[in-house]
């Protein structure tokens, strides 16, 4: 399996949770309703450049108001139910092992082991012309974090001075 996105990725990397699953399933479904929709008003758009019908009904045309305004009411209901679930289903956590703060400076990362009294340090990435030929560029650090595998862990994220975006994209 792969856990590192490479340049030649279509889609997601694989996931490394069961939320991450539930994600990548919610993506694939939202993907799908979009290019439905595109082909279809691509397929119209192309029909009424090159055809020239005439309706002289045209005016008075409540049912297809009726349709273009349920219809959409409707798709938007098949995208929402299921993130309402998924965004509960994400807010879910049943008594974590560990809880992890991390806080987004504008230069580096803090990190602090809440459940801990004093485990607190800074992550600041390493410069290119540092790093060691196995590395990744713009991602290495200096101080990593570490987790426990199979376990919950609760990440709390903040900020001190910008906001700042964290994440594991396998989970």
Sequence with gaps: SKL????ANLGLQDSASPLMEQLIFFHDHALLILVMITVLVGYLMVMLFFN???NRFLL?????????TILPAIILLFIAMPSL?????LDEINEPSITLKSIGHQWYWSYEYSDFNDIEFDSYMIPTNEL???????????????LPMNSQIRILVT????????????L
């Design 132 to 146: 060691s030929n196995d590395g990744f560029r713009l991602l290495d650090v200096d101080n990593r974090i570490v």
């Design 85 to 89: 679930r998924l965004l509960y289903l």
């Design 159 to 170: 900020a001190a001075d910008v906001i700042h975006s964290w994440t594991i994209p396998a």
């Design 52 to 54: 020239s019908y005439v």
């Design 4 to 7: 590192m996105s490479t340049w």
């Design 60 to 68: 008075h045309g409540q049912l297809i108001e009726m349709i273009w």
